[in-house]
């Protein structure tokens, strides 16, 4: 998916609907790392530049909850495909982006 303001609002709404989501919270977790570090250290656009730290939050978000849940033997085990956020958080973060 392109990194663009519809982009992020469209992987939001899956992560908030998981049942009806092509994609996992982990794919989208890591879309949003890789629309962050696509514009690390560039000139953004006051658009693209609101959108960053919502989507840090995702992602930090997805490593925290899995490193509070599992245990490290786990965590180097398995692939977390199925493993889900509350889709509170996605809608929290789908608001914030739509104010």
């Not at 392109?2 to 992560?15: K, R, S």
């Not at 490593?63 to 033997?73: F, G, R």
Request: charged share 25%.
């Amino acid at each position: 998916m392109p990194f663009t303001l519809a982009a992020v609002v469209q992987v939001l709404e899956w992560g908030a609907q998981p049942e009806q989501s092509p994609h996992s919270h982990k794919q989208i977790a890591m879309w949003c790392d890789r629309f962050w570090c696509q514009y690390i250290d560039v000139d953004v656009s006051p658009e693209i530049e609101r959108l960053l730290p919502i989507l840090t939050d995702v992602e930090t978000h997805w490593d925290l909850y899995l490193a509070n849940t599992y245990q490290i033997e786990e965590l180097r085990a398995r692939s977390f495909e199925d493993e889900r956020l509350p889709v509170e958080w996605f809608q929290d973060w789908l608001s914030k982006v739509t104010a």
